[in-house]
T-cell receptor
């Protein structure tokens, strides 16, 4: 079936380095993608999103890249800090036949560990 | 600015018991969703309500029912709880399929 998945379950980086978290998706009909951060015991927290008519979007210390040719999404975090330690999920927004949103499909997540 | 509020935060049920998880949002969002998250996994959609008065099944609807009580409230009911329904449940809302906001979750254990 169609799904959103991640390449690596755990990513360990040094504090101050840049982090890149990858995601592969298979539903070519998805038109909206979101990255979420989830800390232990909390709900997903929105980080950044991108629509399918874009290939790059920047936020504060974060950049999302979308490559529709290979159905690949990545999240880049600049100068990682201890507070960036969390599980990161990519999610795609599905549209039903009427164009309405029928919820997000999540990948399994990448656990980002920041080494001091 | 509460956003999405879920109650209760924790619950322990015995197999076969029933309960309702409550969710309310104050952002005037049209769509609301219920997800479950099992250990080490992403969230999976149980049911959603694209607009007031409509509900639809998601990826894992078996064993659950939902009610969109009004535009603000969307409840999830377990009629006869099973150990396989032990999970963390998240409610979310969105305006028109973007700008999703999640609640802080309900941790449910079925023994």
């Amino acid at each position: 079936g169609e799904s959103v998945g991640l390449h690596l379950p755990t990513l360990s980086v040094q504090e101050g380095d840049n982090s890149i978290i990858n995601c592969a998706y298979s539903n070519s009909a998805s038109d909206y993608f979101i990255w979420y951060k989830q800390e232990s015991g909390k709900g997903p927290q929105f980080i950044i999103d991108i629509r399918s008519n874009m290939d790059k979007r920047q936020g504060q210390r974060v950049t999302v890249l979308l490559n529709k040719t290979v159905k690949h999404l990545s999240l880049q975090i600049a100068a990682t800090q201890p507070g960036d330690s969390a599980v990161y999920f990519c999610a795609e927004n599905r549209r039903d036949s009427g164009g309405g949103a029928d919820g997000l499909t999540f990948g399994k997540g990448t656990h980002l560990i920041i080494q001091p | 600015n509460a956003g999405v509020t879920q109650t209760p935060k924790f619950q322990v049920l015995k197999t076969g018991q029933s309960m309702t998880l409550q969710c309310a949002q104050d952002m005037n969002h049209n769509s609301m969703y219920w997800y479950r998250q099992d250990p080490g996994m992403g969230l999976r959609l149980i049911y959603y309500s694209a607009s007031e008065g409509t509900t639809d099944k998601g990826e894992v609807p078996n064993g659950y029912n939902v009610s969109r009580l009004n535009k603000r409230e969307f409840s999830l009911r377990l009629e006869s709880a099973a150990p396989s329904q032990t999970s963390v449940y998240f409610c979310a809302s969105s305006l028109i399929g973007d700008g999703y906001t999640f609640g802080s979750g309900t941790r449910l254990t079925v023994v």
